[in-house]
């Protein structure tokens, strides 16, 4: 069974930087970001291999966020750049199989997610 604890959530004014970690427990493949805002569906964000050689973006965040991972530690990390006020969202961390799968929007292990406020 695998376990998820985001933390590094919180407010930011719009252009400003947040770094998401994600504390994992148990055996995982390939780990990732997704988000849900206001009134929205949860949606795909990010998403990293088991080696860290794999990674994928939503076209939303690609250039501006950098997903990682520290497998000695289990951590995997979102570093944010020039945030935007729509990335206001709660950020859920998840595992799955493969990056394909979470860029299908699916994952098998999911955090209990983590508030980024981004103001104007």
């Known amino acids: 069974q695998v376990q998820l604890a985001e933390s590094g959530g919180g407010l930011v004014q719009a252009g400003g930087s947040l770094r998401l970690s994600c504390a994992a427990s148990?055996?995982?493949?390939?780990m990732g970001w997704f988000r849900q805002a206001p009134g929205k569906e949860r949606e795909f964000a990010a998403a990293v291999s088991w080696s860290g050689g794999g990674t994928a973006y939503a076209d939303s965040v690609k250039g501006r966020f950098t997903i990682s991972r520290d497998n000695a530690k289990n951590l995997m990390y979102l570093d944010m750049n020039n945030l935007k006020p729509e990335d206001t969202a709660v950020y859920y961390c998840?595992?799955?199989?493969?990056?394909?799968?979470?860029?299908?929007?699916?994952?098998?292990?999911w955090g209990q997610g983590t508030q980024v406020t981004v103001s104007s």
């Open positions: 998840a595992a799955a199989p493969t990056v394909a799968t979470m860029k299908r929007n699916r994952a098998d292990y």
């Open positions: 148990g055996r995982t493949a390939a």
